[in-house]
């Protein structure tokens, strides 16, 4: 009786972990029995990195990515609200757009996509370790704020531009 015990608990113990992965993996789900979007802050991360400079500018990429469980969305045009802090205390510098504020970009699961800081070389620097943003949708302003940590340096006349497909 004692084996029969010990076989009894090995396979429920066998049963549980088989299925830990798929309870792990399902989605989040609203009363709807819809998942949610990828586009609320939230359900997102986004990672500053250092980019290839060109001339008269330094480029940061803003790379949002989503992980599995949320419905994908369409992005639009620049985030806007742009704000950079550093340990936490916001710098004076607010930034600008460039680029199609029109284009749609398709944001979620797989799918991450990014934007670019262009900050001009002539002007003083500021150090920052965070950017908050509010993303866009071609019918309008996406609610809440997003936010992206990495190490950049920002300036008056920072633009940020328009969402673009990929990592």
């Known amino acids: 009786m004692r084996t029969n015990h010990k ?12 299925a830990a992965p798929a309870v792990a993996q ?10 949610p979007s990828a586009c609320r802050p939230a359900n997102h991360t986004a990672k500053i ?12 990429r ?6 599995r469980g949320y419905d994908p969305c369409e992005l639009a045009g620049s985030p806007k609200h ?14 600008g757009r460039y680029g199609d504020q029109r284009a749609a970009v398709t944001f979620g699961p797989g799918h991450p996509v990014h934007f670019d800081i262009q900050v001009p ?18 019918d309008g302003q ?3 704020t997003s936010f992206a940590e990495g190490g950049l ?14 990592a």
């Open 153 to 166: 340096k920002v300036a008056t006349g920072t633009l940020i531009g328009p969402l673009q497909q990929g």
């Open 26 to 35: 399902a989605s989040p789900a609203t009363e709807s029995g819809t998942a």
């Open 62 to 67: 803003v790379t949002l990515r989503a992980p």
């Open 82 to 95: 742009v704000r950079f802090s550093e340990h936490g205390s916001q710098t004076q510098i607010t930034a």
């Open 121 to 138: 070389n002539s002007a003083r620097q500021v150090s920052a370790d965070e950017a908050s943003f509010t993303l866009q949708a071609l």
């Open 49 to 60: 990195t250092e980019a290839p400079a060109s001339a008269g500018h330094h480029h940061y």
């Open 142 to 144: 996406i609610p809440g």
């Open 7 to 18: 076989t009894a608990i090995t396979l429920a113990a066998v049963l549980l972990a088989a």
